[in-house]
Nanobody, 126 residues
């Protein structure tokens, strides 16, 4: 089992950058595929990016591709989301998610993940 705590959100302006962090506790962090999701106001939770257990494979949703980068440090049990050139449509609560998985499938659905953090708010003003 793993516990997740996100941090790094805040209020920024269009074009600014932020780094979100997700701290994991528990055993065998390197056995987990990790992901970031976000939930815009009044909308469903949506996929942002994922990274496999080793960190050598990642995937980013089309709306953030080229602006956001997911990474992980297994020694520190951390996952990061570097967000550049932020836009108002990036506003939402950002969640870190985990699944014990070492396969090669790209996991993009909310139901693929078993563990979730409490979320961190990102607000981008125009």
């Amino acid at each position: 089992q793993v516990q997740l705590v996100e941090s790094g959100g805040g209020l920024v302006q269009t074009g600014d950058s932020l780094r979100l962090s997700c701290a994991a506790s528990g055993r065998s962090f390197s056995n987990y595929a990790m992901a970031w999701f976000r939930q815009p106001p009044g909308m469903e939770r949506e996929y942002v990016a994922n990274i496999n257990w080793s960190g050598y494979s990642s995937n980013h949703a089309v709306p953030v591709r080229g602006r956001f980068t997911i990474s992980r440090d297994n020694a520190k049990k951390m996952v990061y989301l570097d967000m550049n050139n932020l836009k108002p449509e990036d506003t939402g609560v950002y969640y870190c998610a985990a699944k014990a998985y070492r396969g090669s499938d790209t996991l993009r659905e909310v139901e693929n993940f078993d563990y979730w953090g409490q979320g961190t708010q990102v607000t981008v003003s125009s």
